[in-house]
């Protein structure tokens, strides 16, 4: 499909997977489950810094497709956890407060990696339609 951009983060399971962790197609930007993982592969144990990074990945998976925050249109967060729900939710607002996409949280018994607590993944458009800039 000509017009496809595709964002990566350098993740490993990506080239293994095949998949990028954003794809940008016209003024839609879908950013893919996002864990909670810094370059080193490390990993915080607290809910609420693994929301915050995880949120640090997919903002800058948007700006590279020409997005920001505003632009967001929907989150799904996964959360281990639902006394982390609370927190969780509070870094979100932190990002996406003025925008207020639709959002859904969901508790599941278990993400890919044993220390995640948190995976995010969100939705924007950009241009006439979305608000941001158009490319």
Request: charged share 25%; glycine share 10%; proline share 7%.
């Amino acid at each position: 499909m000509s017009g496809r951009q595709r964002v990566s983060s350098g993740s490993p399971y990506e080239a293994t997977i095949g998949f990028s962790r954003a794809v940008r197609l016209g003024n839609r930007v879908v950013v893919s489950g996002t864990a909670p993982v810094f370059p080193d592969g490390s990993c915080p144990d607290d809910a609420a810094l693994q929301a915050r990074r995880c949120l640090a990945i997919i903002t800058s998976a948007l700006a590279e497709a020409g997005a920001t925050p505003a632009d967001v249109l929907r989150t799904r967060t996964f959360l281990t956890d639902r006394d982390d729900a609370e927190a969780v939710g509070r870094v979100h607002g932190e990002v996406f407060g003025a925008a207020r996409p639709a959002a859904t949280r969901v508790v599941v018994a278990a993400l890919l990696d044993p220390r995640w607590r948190v995976e995010i993944e969100a939705e924007a458009m950009v241009g006439p339609d979305g608000g941001g800039p158009s490319r």
